[in-house]
């Protein structure tokens, strides 16, 4: 039979029992390379409609083929694309089409091949033991390597230096063993990730040239040929190229593959995402979502903003978070029973993400100024999307006869409710907002404000701002 080739299979929860070389031949296992392995896996999930990319949101028809492509013809490539577009979340999932166990040599620095060993050491051990050459076994969460590439990253980092330790042991200094192995050897039959490539210094980008080429590393003035076996992606940035750094020309030309990322192209993948990313503290409802979501998408349109930068899918989980976070103050400060996100929440945390976005120099002292035209935008938007052609004059008649209605990120539930009370067409402003007749008064009360808000911007009724509170009904 062949070991570990199915790269989500349960019924091996545990390393296989091959311990030497001659029991590991016995199962029948075969050696192969790790372009292989992710070959032959990625084409098994896709035979079964399996997710090849699990937990990777809105690329299905354009970023993925490429990458499957570039994958099913052993190409080591470069994601390309502004921040906060999962790259490297993308990059980390490539490690879950590996085999889910790997033998190695025991003890072996670079994980060497038992059938095949390529280092001084494993050779040797090899020719003396034979089939009793002690094997381990290594699970594919152990055979992804990163490194986020700094300006102070030096080639003995990724591909190794001379071990002082070793040579004061009394090995001389032209022994191979003397070696201390960087991070890409370390690597070997594995996948390597490279983050941020541009910010790595140019004349260490070279010493990448053999590893993706000849597939061979050189160490300083040693006469050493080490095959490697691994598979290289590389995230960036395009601004990178020209501004903080760039990725030289015959390092470029290595790389397999250029796939370039996007920010979200649908609005339900931008809610999708949220929803499988933000780490809320209280309950956020779809609506509110989709505000945050087209939020984001305004300001990436926005001439305002610098769409160099790009504007980050981490600054719409930040602002989901922070407005959960602003729902749980308000029911440990006011009582309230529950804590449940309200449209008054986002306002409150605009602030806090004004350092994620950064704006084109005539903008300013008008930053806050921009966030908040824009997000009124979004509600509005997301207003009439959610509720459009629903009679809400139950809602505008309550004002038409003078009355106002105070709210507030510190007015809880419970006295929002009180001040409006029966409201006719509130129970299909509850269907339409996906909560129901089981609503609870934090749902109620986020669906009242967000009706509320919406009908001021679509200019039904007015409203006034004073000192954290807002009056809606006010003249």
Not at 10 to 26: E, F, K, W
């Amino acid at each position: 039979m062949t070991v570990g080739h199915t790269p989500d299979s349960s019924s091996t929860p545990s390393a296989p029992g091959a311990a030497t070389l001659g029991q590991l031949r016995a199962t029948g296992w075969t050696s192969r390379s790790t372009k292989d392995e992710l070959r032959s896996n990625l084409l098994t999930r896709l035979r079964s409609g399996d997710t090849a990319f699990p937990g990777i949101v809105g690329f299905d028809d354009t970023v993925l083929p490429e990458l499957e492509s570039a994958l099913l013809a052993g190409h080591d490539l470069v994601l390309l694309g502004e921040r906060g577009q999962g790259k490297t979340r993308l990059m980390r999932t490539l490690g879950q089409l590996l085999d889910e166990w790997s033998p190695e040599v025991t003890g072996c620095e670079i994980h060497d091949d038992p059938v095949a060993p390529v280092c001084v050491r494993c050779r040797a051990l090899a020719a003396e033991l034979g089939d009793d050459l002690p094997v381990s076994w290594r699970h594919r969460e152990d055979r992804y390597t990163e490194k986020l590439a700094t300006p102070d990253t030096s080639v003995g980092d990724l591909i190794g230096d001379v071990d002082p330790v070793k040579v004061a042991q009394g090995r001389t200094l032209g022994d191979p063993e003397t070696i201390h192995y960087g991070l890409v050897p370390r690597a070997n039959r594995g996948l390597f990730g490279l983050n941020e490539l541009p910010d790595l210094a140019e004349r260490i980008q070279v010493a990448l040239f053999n590893v993706l080429e000849e597939r061979d590393i050189q160490v300083r003035g040693y006469s050493l040929r080490l095959p490697l076996d691994l598979f290289l992606v590389a995230t960036a940035n395009p601004e990178d190229y020209t501004n903080r750094g760039r990725i030289i020309t015959p390092l470029k030309d290595r790389f397999g593959a250029e796939i370039r990322t996007h920010y979200l192209d649908e609005l339900d993948d931008e809610v999708a995402l949220l929803r499988q990313e933000a780490a809320v503290v209280a309950e956020v409802g779809d609506h509110l979502l989709e505000v945050l979501a087209r939020f984001t998408r305004n300001l990436r349109e926005s001439s305002s903003v610098d769409q160099r930068s790009g504007v980050s899918a981490r600054f719409t989980i930040a602002a989901a978070e922070a407005v959960s976070a602003s729902a749980l103050r308000r029911a440990a400060r006011t009582g309230d029973d529950e804590a449940v996100a309200r449209i008054c929440d986002i306002g409150v945390v605009l602030p806090t993400l004004l350092g994620k976005v950064e704006f084109e120099m005539g903008e300013e002292g008008r930053e806050r100024a921009v966030l908040d035209h824009l997000l009124r935008l979004a509600v509005a938007t997301t207003f009439r999307d959610r509720l459009g052609g629903l009679d809400l004059s139950g809602f505008t008649g309550v004002f038409a006869e003078g009355a106002v209605v105070e709210t507030g990120e510190l007015v809880p539930a419970r006295d929002l409710l009180s001040q409006l009370g029966s409201v006719p067409g509130l129970s299909k402003v509850l269907d339409r907002l996906g909560y129901g007749d089981a609503a609870g008064r934090g749902q109620v009360a986020s669906a009242v404000e967000f009706v509320l808000e919406g009908l001021h911007l679509t200019r039904r009724i007015e409203k006034e701002t004073v000192d954290g509170r807002t009056v809606y009904g006010a003249a």
